[in-house]
């Protein structure tokens, strides 16, 4: 299963009087812009009606966003695309593909589920078995295959890579 929706960004803040809005995306690279159609913020889905680049961010119109006030409403709200409207190749994934994922080993035995991909310097896959959560750097050694329609990961965790308890969580018990 494929989700539909992914989160591409966020609106920074409302812009001018006529309802733009200051938006930054999470990979600033990202061609979105200018293969999406329509945009979703907090699940409701806007057309694009047009957009320009804006410093370290972008300027962005959306149809029914025609004020400050209905713009600043959108303020701090997760921007969303349809996946179908990315422009990925056909090997291509996104860290949301992760989430949800059962991790296993090489040899099949299970290593829990990925709760999160956690962003920074460097991406962690925070997975979550038997009562303990793991951080796993998200690098080719570690992790050595997706399976997106399986919704399967396949790691190589290094040895002594550190746990800690899930809180509330029973040692033995899963979550």
Known sequence: MVRDLVEVGYVAKAHGVAGELRIALHNPESTVLETATRLFVDGRGFAIDRWRPAGKGFLLRLEGVGDRNAADALRGKALSAARAELD?????????????????????TPWGRVVEVLLGPQELLVIHHEGVERLLPLVPEFVLELDVDERRVTVAPPE???EAPLEGAEPGKGR
């Open 88 to 108: 990925l190749d056909d090997d291509e994934v996104l860290l949301s593909d992760f989430v949800g994922c059962d991790a296993c080993l090489e040899d099949g």
């Open 160 to 162: 002594g890579l550190p």
